[in-house]
């Protein structure tokens, strides 16, 4: 009896040595891109959905980053992988609102109060079904990543209320809910791609830009800029994308590592910004600029004259969406 049990298990353990490791995995290598710089916190997400996913496909899935938007921005690298021609992007949602409409949302000026409530409609319900909507356009949106809350950079002067954008040249986002939010403010502004920026102040094309400190920090708009306005007008996920023509071809154990593992980078990612955000802060004031952070009551005065951008993009967006949003939103507040 014993003699039987000891060469059942012995044999138990062939068939398992024998069977291929990670069988259900491919050797694959995913081309990610990203405008940022490595150096950015998508950096680091990376970095932690890289070890996941070693220890799930025993190395076979591994990720290729491209940084500073070597492989197009962040708009062209969509398409290519709509088109199935490039695995993955890290993108802003803001320039994807010509491919789906409903993203506006996410750029309604001071739609969120902090991280917690983002997080909330972006890991709940609500970003389940942005997510199905992405995926009708060809994008599997793997998790919500972040890029975070903006704030005001300029050249020419301190902006504390309202009436200091008159006539600043403002670069915006290619997405027409940021042309309006800053037009309706009185600024001169002017959509261009990310990878244009730096260079566009430093040779005064333009005055302003708007993006978070990390990426004010890395990708150096510091160093052509003289004022900041901690303004938070607006917070900006980044969607982790996986071209759907690419994604439909791998097995059910790659797309579901894939999903894992970029939830794992997500959680990371956040916390890396959540701390990096106030180190970039300092550096930037380090840098000899002056830092203005808005009073509560001009915080105030710019909210309610921003309103007016609900109502004009409500259709575009879709009402039942910004009605939904701000439900939920509602109901986090109680
Ligand atoms: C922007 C966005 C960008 C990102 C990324 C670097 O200002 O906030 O920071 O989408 O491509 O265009």
Redesign the pocket.
């Known amino acids: 009896m014993r003699k039987l049990l000891l060469t059942t298990t012995a044999l138990a353990f062939a068939v398992t040595a024998a069977a291929p490791a990670f069988a259900q995995f491919n050797d694959r290598t995913i081309r990610v891109s990203?405008?940022?710089n490595a150096d950015h916190p998508v950096g680091n997400g990376i970095t932690a959905m890289q070890a996941c996913l070693d220890q799930k496909s025993g190395g076979k899935l591994k990720l290729q980053a491209f940084w500073g938007?070597a492989l197009g921005?962040?708009l062209q690298a969509t398409q290519a992988l709509r088109s199935g021609v490039q695995e993955a992007v890290v993108?802003?949602s803001s320039p994807l609102v010509g491919i789906e409409p409903a993203l506006g949302v996410f750029d309604l000026p001071f739609l969120f109060a902090n991280a917690q409530e983002a997080y909330q409609i972006l890991d709940g319900e609500f970003g389940d079904m942005m997510n199905e909507k992405l995926e009708a356009a060809g994008l599997i949106n793997l998790a919500y990543w972040e890029?975070g809350f903006r704030n005001l950079s300029n050249s020419v002067r301190p902006v504390t209320k309202w009436e200091d954008f008159e006539g600043m040249k403002v670069r915006v986002?290619q997405n027409n809910i940021f042309l309006d939010t800053f037009q309706n403010l009185g600024a001169n502004a002017t959509p261009m791609a990310?990878g244009e920026v730096f260079s566009a102040l430093e040779t005064k094309a333009i005055d302003a830009q708007e993006?978070p400190y990390v990426?004010i920090d890395t990708s150096k708009f510091f160093e052509v800029q003289n004022y900041i306005t901690e303004t938070n007008h607006a917070y900006?996920p980044f969607l982790f994308l996986f071209s759907k023509p690419i994604f439909d071809t791998y097995t059910q154990e790659e797309q579901a590592a894939l999903r894992e593992c970029a939830a794992v980078g997500r959680d990371l990612q956040r916390s890396v910004i959540g701390d990096l955000n106030k180190q970039s802060l300092e550096k930037i004031k380090a840098a000899g600029l002056q830092v203005n952070v808005l009073s509560e009551e001009e915080q105030q005065r710019i909210r309610e004259k921003s309103m007016v951008v609900y109502e004009k993009h409500k259709d575009t967006i879709g009402a039942d969406i910004v009605d939904s949003i701000l439900a939920e939103l509602a109901e986090i507040r109680k």
């Open positions: 990203n405008g940022v938007g921005g962040d993108t802003s890029n986002m990310f993006n990426t900006t």
